[in-house]
T-cell receptor, first 113, second 116 residues
Framework: DADVTQTPRNRITKTGKRIMLECSQT?????MYWYRQDPGLGLQLIYY???????NKGEISDGYSVSRQAQAKFSLSLESAIPNQTALYFC????????????FGPGTRLTVT | AQTVTQSQPEMSVQEAETVTLSCTYD???????LFWYKQPPSRQMILVIR??????QNATENRFSVNFQKAAKSFSLKISDSQLGDTAMYFC?????????????FGTGTRLTVIP
């Protein structure tokens, strides 16, 4: 089984709709992250969490919110989706050392029409 | 703030040949790690190799090696004996260890095509 899972894998939604992307991990890591990938821009950090009680904004948090329901679960919400939020979204985890980098989920392709 | 620059949007290499992908970064920190990630068409992000800034020795993982020049803030990836499965996007990434957050800052990527 995959260590980091994301649901859904693909989603098409309409402008103005609320949508939640979910991430679960079995690696036992305390740090979790949400990234967005746009063509030609690499990955950009949206939010990150040290643990359940510690959530921080990343580079591009406007229009997004997150919830860390448990150590293993970290959800990303778009309160009112807009077309320029069409992108590939990745969840990732890291242990405290960071020595092995981050472990990434398979990604969610989100299209906002 | 940290910035990571990959100046080669696309590259190609003949199968079995060697190719080098470039990466430069800008930081005022001393405690950091550098990584190369591979993203094949499946879109999964796969760690290729890492380098700890305090280590002078260049990291090597089988056919993949890096040339880490700390003073020049350069971190290039060399792929030897290129294989068709190496075709992918390659991202250079920087991790600042100072804050403990382990956030990654990515370059914009290099699309590598291995030609049979």
């Amino acid at each position: 089984d995959a260590d980091v899972t994301q649901t859904p894998r693909n989603r098409i939604t309409k402008t103005g709709k609320r949508i939640m992307l979910e991430c679960s991990q079995t690696k036992g890591h305390d740090r979790m992250y949400w990234y967005r990938q746009d063509p030609g821009l690499g990955l950009q950090l949206i939010y990150y969490s040290f643990d359940v009680k510690d959530i921080n904004k990343g580079e591009i948090s406007d229009g997004y919110s997150v919830s860390r329901q448990a150590q293993a679960k970290f959800s990303l919400s778009l309160e009112s989706a807009i077309p320029n939020q069409t992108a590939l979204y990745f969840c990732a985890t890291s242990d405290r050392t960071g020595l092995r980098g981050q472990y990434f989920g398979p990604g969610t392709r989100l299209t906002v029409t | 703030a940290q910035t990571v620059t990959q100046s080669q949007p696309e590259m190609s290499v003949q199968e079995a040949e060697t190719v080098t992908l470039s990466c430069t970064y800008d930081t005022s920190e001393n405690n950091y790690y550098l990584f190369w990630y591979k993203q094949p068409p499946s879109r999964q992000m796969i760690l290729v190799i890492r380098q700890e800034a305090y280590k002078q020795q260049n990291a090597t993982e089988n056919r993949f090696s890096v040339n880490f020049q700390k003073a020049a803030k350069s971190f290039s990836l060399k792929i030897s004996d290129s294989q068709l499965g190496d075709t992918a996007m390659y991202f250079c990434a920087f991790m600042n260890r100072q804050t403990g957050a382990n956030n990654l800052f990515f370059g914009t990527g290099t699309r590598l095509t291995v030609i049979p």
